[in-house]
């Protein structure tokens, strides 16, 4: 069972910048999506199993970066310009039935506990 696990969530301020990190990832598709309080999984970004493609949600398109190293098993979320509407928990998942990730959430058969991402003043 693969375990995926984030970090490099915290309290920023607005237009602020984190990198968040997905250890154990996999040589398939992977990809971010986020969950505020009360709410269901939005996709974020979405990356191949060999880092060729990379997708984005139309809120964050130009904002976040999606990249991995799969020398490291490691994806990256590098978030910028952060807003307070950004504020959530962010899960990386992957899916290991295929190299080319989808923004839909139940293709997705690894899931990590998620990092908390806060952005206020």
């Known amino acids: 069972q693969v375990q995926l696990v984030e970090s490099g969530g915290g309290l920023v301020q607005p237009g602020g910048s984190l990198r968040l990190s997905c250890a154990a990832s996999?040589?398939?598709?992977m990809g971010w999506f986020r969950q505020a309080p009360g709410k269901e999984y939005i996709f974020v970004a979405g990356?191949?199993?060999?880092?060729?493609?990379?997708f984005y949600a139309d809120s964050v398109k130009g904002r976040f970066t999606i990249s991995r190293d799969n020398a490291k098993n490691t994806v990256y979320l590098q978030l910028n310009s952060l807003k307070p509407e950004d504020t959530a928990v962010y899960l990386c998942?992957?899916?290991?039935?295929?190299?080319?990730?989808?923004?839909?959430?139940?293709?997705?058969?690894?899931w990590g506990q998620g990092t908390q991402v806060t952005v206020s003043s």
């Open positions: 998942a992957g899916d290991s039935r295929r190299c080319y990730s989808s923004s839909y959430a139940m293709l997705y058969d690894y």
């Open positions: 990356i191949s199993c060999d880092g060729s493609s990379t």
């Open positions: 996999g040589r398939y598709g």
